[in-house]
């Protein structure tokens, strides 16, 4: 079982309603991220995070904003959701090396009407 | 063009049948080669890692990579209807923000009875 746990699982939410998309891991990894996946589509790195305080964008353009203010927690946050924010949202986290995978967590499907 | 192909299927085999999965990359720079495996409503988990060319087996699984041929598989043994799944080929590298990896769009297994 991951120990990387992701709430909400699903959110039906209004356009231009603020969410925030809660991330936490229970080990101790210094390296996060958000990744979004939509059907048939390769996953997309939106933000990243090496440690405490540390973020950083990702490859795909995004208007969430996340934050670090502690290594196990790293949420994401939309200010004014809309509906092409409709997707996958899924948080990981890793240790240094590239001989680590990653450890994703359930995700979270965000749907804005 | 995308750093990494990964053949779409989606794929329907019977139980017991060999699965091949395949995905090709454009950049030499890629140094780990994974195989994710997601189940439905899922995050992925990581299944197999490799960070040199030939075969590496685990179980009913075995991960080749051909870094000549920037080509790689998973070959799936004996499969399973628990082996229904999307699996994901993911590729690492250092970059000047740390390591770093791309995936394939998924491919989505179903074995049938």
């Known amino acids: 079982e991951a120990d990387i746990y992701q709430t909400p699982r699903y959110l039906v939410i209004g356009t231009g309603k603020k969410i925030t998309l809660e991330c936490s891991q229970t080990m101790g990894h210094d390296k996060m991220y958000w990744y979004q996946q939509d059907p048939g589509m390769e996953l997309h790195l939106i933000h990243y995070?090496?440690?405490?305080?540390?973020?950083e964008k990702g490859d795909l353009s995004s208007e969430s904003t996340v934050s670090r203010i502690r290594t196990e927690h790293f949420p994401l946050t939309l200010e004014s959701a809309r509906p092409s924010h409709t997707s996958q949202y899924l948080c990981?986290?890793?240790?240094?090396?590239?001989?680590?995978?990653?450890?994703f967590g359930s995700g979270t499907r965000l749907t804005v009407v | 063009q995308k750093e990494v192909e990964q053949d779409p299927g989606p794929l329907s085999v019977p139980e017991g049948a060999i699965v091949s999965l395949n995905c090709t990359y454009s950049?030499?720079?890629?140094?780990?080669f994974m195989w994710y495996r997601q189940y439905s409503r899922k995050g992925p988990e990581l299944l197999m890692y490799?960070?040199?060319?030939g075969n590496k087996e685990d179980g009913r699984f075995t991960a080749q990579v051909d870094k000549s041929s920037k080509y790689i598989s998973l070959f799936i043994r004996d499969s399973q209807p628990s082996d229904s799944a999307t699996y994901l080929c993911a590729l690492g590298r250092l970059t000047g923000g740390g390591n770093k990896l791309t995936f394939g769009t998924g491919t989505q297994l179903k074995v049938e009875l």
């Open positions: 950049n030499s720079a890629f140094q780990y």
């Open positions: 990981a986290s890793s240790v240094p090396g590239l001989n680590y995978g990653y450890t």
């Open positions: 490799t960070y040199s060319s």
């Open positions: 995070s090496y440690g405490v305080n540390s973020t």
